[in-house]
């Protein structure tokens, strides 16, 4: 049987999510998840949700709550440090339905966070999404293999989609359709992907990181530390900064893949706002303000984040896509299914 959300408090008696555990794991890394955690929730509360999280993730919820009973199999894909997951269980909760959820991700230091907050719930499983190949190189494994055969009800996937390659999102779709019961349904959420549907009034979700980003390359200590590098490691370096915020996918990729695999498909919208303190919160966490780097990690790049944040934020506003508080994300939730069930 499942234990409620609000019993999480850490640590008295066994873990008994299964899966998954962190090992090892450094300062830095833990900061890391941590950091991300205290993006999503006030103080780390999870019972305080911040306002652009619920606003977004409780649409994903209602979308897929319909398909959810008790005993369904549940998988979240790109749990992060467990928003979406501690959501869904607070909702599932509250209905007395008790599920098997499958938390996937490949990152260790948001993933581990997960666990740390919901490690205590014998419901709750934890699959890390890469493995190492023997030739060193890792790799993600796929999700048949990762449920064993077993097929799921569910599928969530919120605020991931976006940071998927568009050369690997084809093969995604179709280990999600493999993975589905047939009347099972994939429900996601994203706010960073290009579409008709959003209004002029708004942004994308990341476009205020990415206009750091651009503002960041003309920063004068950044650039002298860069031209420091060789070439190759500069370049690589770069790369890897831009695929932190990466330039948005229309909803169209996602869309033809998901028809591909066989899912009929039904979009809805909505236009969620981001407070400045959120988007600051947000963007200096360390995974996220390595868009700053080579700066150095503490004072040196957050000061030039906030600087470059502010500036973003006005020209966002000056545009008609948030005001001195916040600014407008457009957000886009997608509900999928095989056959001609609904
Ligand atoms: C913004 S977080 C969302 C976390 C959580 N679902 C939530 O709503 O708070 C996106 C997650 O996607 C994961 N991710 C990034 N790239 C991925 C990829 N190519 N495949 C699978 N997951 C990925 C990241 O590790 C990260 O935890």
Known sequence: MGMRIDNLSPAIGTVVATGWEPSGLSDAEVWDGEAYHKALYRDGDTNRPVKWHKNSVDKLIEIASPHI???????????????????LLKS???????????????????FSKARDLLGE????????????????????????????????????????????????IGDLALQFAGSLKEDG??????????????????????????AVRELLRLDEIRSARLSEMADDEKDGHERRLDRIFPTPLSIDVVLGALREAGFSSEIQDKVVSFSREDAENFVLVP????IASPLHLGEERDDAIRGALDSALRSIADEGRGNDEEYRS????????????T
């Open 69 to 87: 009973d008790n005993e369904s199999l549940v998988v979240d894909y790109g749990s992060g440090t467990g928003g979406s997951a501690i959501e």
């Open 92 to 110: 599932l909760d509250e209905r007395g339905v008790e599920v098997e959820l499958v938390l996937i991700d490949p990152l260790v230091s948001w």
């Open 121 to 168: 719930r014998e419901d709750v499983h934890f699959e890390l999404s890469i493995e190492r190949e023997a030739s060193g190189r890792t790799s993600f494994r796929r999700l048949e293999d990762i449920l064993e055969g077993r097929k799921a009800d569910v599928i969530i996937s919120s605020s991931t989609l976006h940071l998927i390659p568009a050369k690997t």
């Open 287 to 290: 995974r996220l303000a390595e």
């Open 330 to 341: 457009h957000w886009v939730f997608g509900r999928h299914w095989l056959n001609q069930s």
């Open 185 to 210: 349904a994939f429900v996601w959420d994203s706010g960073d992907l290009e579409s008709d549907l959003r209004p002029e009034s708004s942004a994308l979700l990341h476009d205020p990181y990415r």
